[in-house]
């Protein structure tokens, strides 16, 4: 059965190759013991154009959100340095108002804080800047009363962590993963590519209200807030390969089923915490992560304790712990390729034929 699941999800990328949705994808599916596939289809635009392969980095978008942002704020409550429930005002002295001041780092991972998607005018031109534009922008509604997707309330978990840290986003993501994994160069999981991985990075095109409008970005963030910010945010950012992603998958889901022998962050009690379904009414959002809905990018055949999120670029991580399952899927929608509901329909679609995995 398995094998015919593998052949069908083939079969839903190579459909959306062919729909011009996006040019390449590469997938890693397994368990808590090990890969069950791996897989790349498509090829590279450029000139030569080259075949995706198992190892081309793929810039992963908001799935930096969940693997390096959220990652490092479970470091850190771990360690003591930070608390859920520190207020972002404490962070930051131009976050001020009534309509904010009991905000927390909590509303923040639940994106329940109140602020808006994204910005009204182009990202700004330094750290500062943003800082000072984020924390002055207009609440969009009352915290905790909903959740509202936000890019803006992840950039500001992500300085708060360089504050808390005391170091840069790279440093403290590459020191928790190589800790906990020894991440290897073939199979990169980082901010920072180097000279050849960037080269033979799956390329992205720039949006029309990018200053780069017009580029091809080879192993360049694809996100402009993240490329106004030194290429890494709180929000993207990150690159990696489908193994890669997958070998962090393989962490979350063994302590999700209760492996009690994984270091911290990913010890049992606290993954349980950060993928709990958030109180805000009717928020899917946990903290960072998102959870099972049968109407989301997950499509109908996860069990009610999945979780996992998505990216702009055309990536996606769902985990599953009630079938022992991870399922990864990179792509370069943003090539040029498919709108984003052509795109949630193919997640839902290969997600939905590796259901009997």
Same mark, same amino acid.
């Given at each position: 059965?398995?094998?015919?699941?593998?052949?069908?999800?083939?079969?839903?990328?190579?459909?959306?190759?062919?729909? $011009?949705?996006?040019?390449?994808?590469?997938?890693?599916?397994?368990?808590?013991?090990?890969?069950?596939?791996?897989?790349?289809?498509?090829?590279?635009?450029?000139?030569?154009?080259?075949?995706?392969?198992?190892?081309?980095?793929?810039?992963?978008?908001?799935?930096?959100?969940?693997?390096?942002?959220?990652?490092?704020?479970?470091?850190?409550?771990?360690?003591?340095?930070?608390?859920?429930?520190?207020?972002?005002?404490?962070?930051?002295?131009?976050?001020?108002?009534?309509?904010?001041?009991?905000?927390?780092?909590?509303?923040?991972?639940?994106?329940?804080? =109140?602020?808006?998607?994204?910005?009204?005018?182009?990202?700004?031109?330094?750290?500062?800047?943003?800082?000072?534009?984020?924390?002055?922008?207009?609440?969009?509604?009352?915290?905790?009363?909903?959740?509202?997707?936000?890019?803006?309330?992840?950039?500001?978990?992500?300085?708060?962590?360089?504050?808390?840290? =005391? !170091?840069?986003?790279?440093?403290?993501?590459?020191?928790?993963?190589?800790?906990?994994?020894?991440?290897?160069?073939?199979?990169?999981?980082?901010?920072?590519?180097?000279?050849?991985?960037?080269?033979?990075?799956?390329?992205?095109?720039?949006?029309?209200?990018?200053?780069?409008?017009?580029?091809?970005?080879?192993?360049?963030?694809?996100?402009?807030?993240?490329?106004?910010?030194?290429?890494?945010?709180?929000?993207? =950012?990150?690159?990696?390969?489908?193994?890669?992603?997958?070998?962090?998958?393989?962490?979350?889901?063994?302590?999700?089923?209760?492996?009690?022998?994984?270091?911290?962050?990913?010890?049992?009690?606290?993954?349980?915490?950060?993928?709990?379904?958030?109180?805000?009414?009717?928020?899917?959002?946990?903290? =960072?992560?998102?959870?099972?809905?049968?109407?989301?990018?997950?499509?109908?055949?996860?069990?009610? !304790?999945?979780?996992?999120?998505?990216?702009?670029?055309?990536?996606?991580?769902?985990?599953?712990?009630?079938?022992?399952?991870?399922?990864?899927?990179?792509?370069?929608?943003?090539?040029?390729?498919?709108?984003?509901?052509?795109? $949630?329909?193919?997640?839902?679609?290969?997600?939905?034929?590796?259901?009997?995995?």
């Amino acid at each position: 059965m398995a094998s015919s699941s593998f052949d069908g999800a083939r079969r839903v990328l190579e459909r959306a190759i062919a729909a $011009r949705t996006f040019p390449a994808a590469a997938v890693d599916v397994g368990s808590t013991d090990g890969t069950l596939w791996q897989d790349a289809v498509g090829t590279l635009t450029g000139d030569p154009r080259v075949a995706a392969a198992i190892d081309t980095p793929f810039d992963l978008a908001s799935l930096t959100k969940v693997l390096a942002t959220t990652t490092i704020v479970m470091q850190q409550v771990v360690t003591g340095h930070l608390r859920l429930d520190d207020r972002v005002a404490t962070f930051f002295e131009d976050w001020r108002g009534d309509d904010r001041v009991a905000v927390t780092v909590r509303d923040l991972l639940e994106h329940a804080s =109140g602020l808006p998607a994204r910005l009204v005018d182009p990202p700004p031109a330094s750290r500062r800047e943003f800082e000072y534009e984020i924390c002055r922008i207009a609440l969009e509604y009352a915290p905790r009363t909903r959740s509202i997707y936000s890019d803006l309330g992840f950039i500001l978990l992500g300085f708060i962590a360089e504050q808390r840290g =005391g !170091a840069t986003l790279p440093q403290q993501f590459a020191n928790v993963m190589v800790r906990l994994t020894g991440f290897s160069r073939s199979h990169p999981l980082t901010f920072e590519l180097d000279t050849d991985l960037r080269r033979r990075a799956a390329p992205t095109v720039a949006m029309d209200d990018d200053a780069r409008r017009g580029r091809t970005l080879t192993g360049e963030v694809h996100d402009n807030y993240a490329a106004a910010l030194g290429g890494a945010a709180g929000h993207a =950012g990150l690159f990696g390969t489908a193994p890669a992603v997958g070998q962090f998958a393989r962490l979350v889901l063994a302590a999700a089923r209760g492996d009690q022998r994984l270091p911290a962050p990913f010890t049992p009690a606290l993954v349980r915490t950060f993928t709990t379904k958030s109180s805000v009414p009717a928020s899917s959002r946990a903290l =960072g992560w998102d959870t099972m809905l049968p109407s989301s990018s997950c499509g109908g055949r996860m069990s009610a !304790a999945a979780f996992g999120h998505v990216g702009f670029t055309g990536t996606s991580l769902w985990i599953d712990p009630g079938r022992d399952r991870y399922f990864v899927l990179l792509t370069n929608r943003a090539a040029g390729g498919g709108t984003l509901d052509e795109m $949630r329909a193919v997640r839902r679609e290969f997600h939905d034929a590796l259901g009997d995995v």
